[in-house]
């Protein structure tokens, strides 16, 4: 079955527009066979339907609905409306008798029943029927198969067939073709991953980690800093011969008589990137002029200013509020100061707070209240910068 272009982002494999619709799909449904042989009566009435205001609406809801969802759903919508386009009918409203000729011509081409499509278009039918009520034509279509009887047992018939044909198979047992005899030499796929398949799948882990920004890890969760560099290449001395064995070569045993040893290569340490210019707070320091003791009392003194400024922020954010003062944040004052740090302070503000706090408190702040603080003071900031302008 040939595939012609989309006039969207998806492959066209449904309906091609140059072939035109096939009605040959068996069925033992005598529902499905009578909507079949009246199908041009059904589309005249769907023609009838073309209202500009009501298409577009009811499009205009497809598409938001499925833009939220997998990709796939969008590409069924596609191929319905190519079927509608090689039928010369408009595609809605969607009611169960056009959308079981879909499935039938859909069936016809590829002697597949498209559990996705159906999917998609009896879920667009209940989301956009409702723009169509009031329509002249909508009830006469919707009694074509007013309860989807059609439908089912269409579908119930291709289940079964397919059920029959795994079943044949299996008695059937394994094919009595030939098998392709098996390579007689020694690849590189017997001899496991080399080094350069290696190196490229820890490249591409490195990128994957590397792009997520997760600013507030664990103290505990410290990576290591040669992620993201790589040993140097040194020259193999070893080599495999035609019949899989390896061998050292000559000039190996020529190092080893001369006292030569391989040394391990220097170890490198990449510098990380300096955190963006910004004022940097006081409680960064805290840590090395605050006592465990003086850190355990005020753990259980806190301010009621900032309690209720945390309240407003958000009710889950009220247990940070003995943190914040142990870091020397006791006002609403200091807690709106934070709105003028950059995000990368903020966040080793953070961390260091939970790196201090570990000794003298069980429970640590928790990573999840410090990101949803962070965020409710960026989303303050960037209020009070609406309000200026």
């Known amino acids: 079955m040939s595939t012609a272009a989309s006039s969207g982002q998806y492959p066209v494999k449904r309906f091609p527009l140059d072939q035109p619709l096939e009605w040959s799909a068996r069925t033992t449904s005598s529902l499905m066979q009578d909507l079949v042989r009246r199908r ?6 769907q023609r ?3 209202d500009g205001t009501l ?3 009811s499009d205009k809801l497809a598409i938001t609905n499925l833009s939220k969802g997998h990709r796939a759903d969008r590409a069924a919508l596609a191929s319905y409306k190519r079927f509608c386009t090689l039928a010369d009918i408009p595609p809605y409203p969607l009611t169960y008798a056009v959308i079981a000729l879909a499935l039938f011509a859909r069936c016809s081409a590829e002697d597949v029943f498209d559990r996705s499509l159906r999917s998609v278009l009896l879920r667009l039918k209940d989301e956009t029927g409702h723009f169509w009520a009031a329509h002249s034509v909508y009830k006469e279509l919707c009694e ?7 439908l089912d047992e269409f579908a119930r018939g291709q289940a079964g067939k397919k059920k029959a044909t795994n079943v044949a198979r299996s008695v059937a047992g394994p094919s009595s073709a ?3 005899p098996r390579p007689s030499y020694v690849g590189q796929d017997h001899l496991g991953p080399s080094s350069s398949s290696v190196g490229l799948r820890k490249r591409k882990l490195v990128e994957i980690v590397s792009s997520s ?4 890890m664990d103290e505990d969760d410290e990576t290591d800093e040669r992620v993201g560099e790589w040993p140097q290449q040194l020259p193999s001395t070893r080599s495999v011969r035609e019949d899989g064995r390896a061998s050292a070569s000559s000039e190996a045993h020529q190092h080893v008589d001369l006292g030569y040893h391989r040394q391990p290569p220097p170890r490198r340490t990449s510098p990380r990137p300096p955190p963006p210019v910004s004022p940097a707070p006081d409680a960064l320091h805290f840590a090395a002029s605050t006592s465990p003791a003086a850190l355990s009392s005020t753990l259980n003194d806190s301010n009621q200013d900032v309690v209720d400024f945390l309240r407003r922020l958000g009710p889950s954010l009220v247990p940070l509020a003995p943190y914040l003062a142990v870091a020397g944040l006791n006002s609403v004052e200091d807690l709106v100061a934070l709105m003028n740090f950059e995000p990368t302070t903020l966040a080793l503000l953070f961390s260091e707070l939970r790196h201090v706090v570990h000794p003298v408190s069980k429970s640590r702040p928790s ?3 410090l990101k949803l603080l962070h965020k ?3 989303e303050e900031r960037a209020g009070l910068q609406v309000v200026r302008r």
Do not use: C, H, N, W
């Not at 041009?40 to 009435?45: C, N, P, R």
């Not at 074509?144 to 059609?150: I, V, Y």
């Open 213 to 216: 920004e997760d600013d507030y």
């Open 376 to 378: 409710r003071l960026e």
């Open 55 to 57: 298409q577009d609406r």
């Open 178 to 180: 030939p098998r392709r």
């Open 40 to 45: 041009e009566v059904i589309f005249d009435k």
């Open 48 to 50: 009838e339907a073309d």
């Open 144 to 150: 074509e198969d007013s309860q989807g009887d059609a």
């Open 367 to 369: 990573v999840i209240q």
